[in-house]
């Protein structure tokens, strides 16, 4: 169950932070006060689209309720009928511009009691057009994309950073960018939500994903030595969090044993980039730097099967050397 927001209360305290700590600016003026005729012309209008809404005809009322906000924005019905130009656009599954529409109402009124429903939607209509990307140009397959999403998700993310769903969405987004390779945005999306959400009850599923996207982001161990890394650390604090209770433990028994897996082959791949650093060194006619690196693999990762093979050259080099023989190997 998604926990209670408090974004309108934080939104508002961040927003007269940054006034105090800004510049002062011109203030946009209030709406001018309507007289009888003006409130009464802006009341029709909206029982008009109200009207049309309960008929199904969502644009007819989607336009009527634009009107009302836009040309009457002292009505005491803008604010409502802003929210129901979006509605009207969501029910008419003009997804789209319903995007853009609850979007600009969260942006005008932040402190809105309708800002609940409208973070919610967003959610959707960002999560639909990354599907519906997905599925190309009339369902083909081909020119597909997700960005439409993406950019819906990321405004959500923007707009209410302490919202309901922001993590959802920042999850969301990271999701897609791993899906399409995009290792960069999905790498800097996934650190976004652990950093900014670091109590989010995806913090897991992030953790594995971001580890699950260092890991792909590689040439092989020849190259990337930093991305094995960078994946290793989260597979491994991925187990100590899921594992630090013993019900979630069970629940995440089979993500444990997968990241697990991964450290030790992550483990091999390091101890084979070693392997391969120690040839060029040797090349170069370095063998001191050659068995430093050899030892220090069969140090670190020496349960690997290249580990042990990093132990066997750096006994066989130290022989040669004439220097001691390394250290037994040991585990990471």
């Known amino acids: 169950m998604k ?7 934080l939104l508002a305290a961040a927003l007269a932070a940054a006034a105090c700590a800004s510049a002062p600016a011109v203030e946009a003026a209030p709406p001018k006060p309507l007289d009888p005729k003006s409130l009464a012309d802006a009341a029709a ?5 109200t009207a049309l809404r309960e008929e199904g005809e969502w644009d007819d009322a989607k336009d009527l309720f634009q009107e009302v906000h836009e040309d009457f924005p002292a009505s005491p019905l803008a604010e409502e009928a802003q929210f129901q130009a979006a509605e009207c656009a969501y029910g008419g599954e003009r997804f789209r511009g319903a995007g853009e529409l609850f979007g600009k109402f969260v942006e005008d009124r932040p ?21 519906d990307g997905k599925r190309g140009l009339w369902g083909t397959g081909v020119f597909t994309t997700g960005e439409e999403g993406v ?7 923007t707009l209410l950073p302490s ?7 920042l999850l969301r987004i990271g999701r897609f960018y791993a899906e399409d390779r995009d290792f960069a945005g999905a790498e ?10 670091p109590y989010s009850e995806w913090r897991l599923e992030a953790r594995f994903l971001l580890a699950w996207t260092y890991r792909e982001d590689n040439r092989g161990p020849e190259y990337d030595g930093e991305a094995l890394r960078r994946a290793r650390a989260h597979f491994r604090t991925y187990v100590e969090q899921a594992s630090s209770d013993p019900d979630r433990e069970r629940e995440y ?12 082959a992550i483990d091999a791949d390091l ?7 120690a040839r060029l060194y040797g090349r170069m006619g370095r063998p001191q730097a050659a068995l430093f690196v050899l030892q220090e693999a069969a140090r670190q990762w020496g349960s690997t099967e290249p580990g042990k093979e990093c132990a066997a050259r750096a006994a066989a080099l130290a022989a040669d050397l004439g220097v001691p023989p390394p250290a037994p190997a040991g585990g990471p």
């Open 163 to 169: 919202g309901t769903w922001a993590d959802d969405a």
């Open 3 to 9: 926990r209670l927001s408090a974004a309108p209360v």
């Open 111 to 131: 402190l809105s009691a309708r800002i609940a429903v409208a973070e919610k939607r967003l959610y959707d209509v960002g999560d639909y057009l990354i599907e």
């Open 253 to 264: 028994a089979d993500r444990i044993r997968a990241a697990r897996e991964e450290i030790e």
């Open 151 to 157: 950019s819906v998700l990321r405004r959500l993310a």
């Open 188 to 197: 800097s999306t996934l650190d976004e939500l652990l950093r900014s959400h």
């Open 271 to 277: 101890a084979r980039k070693a392997l391969a650093r």
């Open 45 to 49: 209008l909206f029982d008009r689209a």
